[in-house]
T-cell receptor
Framework: GQNIDQPTEMTATEGAIVQINCTYQ??????LFWYQQHAGEAPTFLSY????GLEEKGRFSSFLSRSKGYSYLLLKELQMKDSASYLC??????????FGRGTSLIVHP | DAGVIQSPRHEVTEMGQEVTLRCKPI?????LFWYRQTMMRGLELLIY????????DSGMPEDRFSAKMPNASFSTLKIQPSEPRDSAVYFC?????????????????FGQGTRLTVV
């Protein structure tokens, strides 16, 4: 089975940097995804890591350490529109993603 | 492509009634997933199909739930009879297993979801 942990809620200030952590336990590993979900909308893909290290995409970066079962999503230069839920999903041996419960990020002025 | 299309967007029904949710995956995608999202349990996988064949339905809560995929462009999730605890947002998602090297699965693309309320 798979177990995925991420904080329930985080708050940050506009313009700041925030790091959202995700730890996981899985039988087999075929990649880790981060999705963004605004209230009332569908999850949308942000990033994918399958090898250790940092993947950068504009203001967003995602890091993976497979040996530690750990990932984080780093959001820089926060904007109000970044207020959303961020979902960590792990693809195990079956190639099917299992989602964490999500971290609700609140960005305030 | 218009993306994954789900209907209806909202459904309010009375307990005991049959509910059918519909999904059109992205053309060419060979995997289709049905997820349920609630505040308490987050996003849970109910069932997934590969090339229209159900592969794993272990997430389906009970016999009241059933899913079909009669062809590559259409799937349904049916609840009969519905109960208030079935109230949730139901998402359909699709993805593609791209053969190249070891074969890589794309990310899952989600539909806009169906918000089901059973009263």
């Amino acid at each position: 089975g798979q177990n995925i942990d991420q904080p329930t809620e985080m708050t940050a200030t506009e313009g700041a940097i925030v790091q959202i952590n995700c730890t996981y336990q899985t039988s087999g590993f075929n990649g880790l995804f981060w999705y963004q979900q605004h209230a009332g909308e569908a999850p949308t893909f942000l990033s994918y890591n399958v090898l250790d290290g940092l993947e950068e995409k504009g203001r967003f970066s995602s890091f993976l350490s497979r040996s530690k079962g750990y990932s984080y999503l780093l959001l820089k230069e926060l904007q109000m529109k970044d207020s959303a839920s961020y979902l960590c999903a792990v693809r195990g041996g079956s190639y099917i993603p299992t989602f964490g419960r999500g971290t609700s990020l609140i960005v305030h002025p | 492509d218009a993306g994954v299309i789900q209907s209806p967007r909202h459904e309010v029904t009375e307990m005991g009634q049959e509910v059918t949710l519909r999904c059109k995956p992205i053309s060419g995608h060979d995997y289709l997933f049905w997820y349920r999202q609630t505040m308490m349990r987050g996003l849970e996988l109910l069932i997934y199909f590969n090339n229209n064949v159900p592969i794993d339905d272990s997430g389906m809560p009970e016999d009241r739930f059933s899913a079909k995929m009669p062809n590559a462009s259409f799937s349904t999730l049916k609840i009969q009879p519905s109960e208030p605890r079935d109230s949730a947002v139901y998402f359909c998602a699709s993805s593609l297993l791209a053969y190249g090297g070891r074969g890589v699965h794309t990310e899952a693309f989600f539909g806009q979801g169906t918000r089901l309320t059973v009263v």
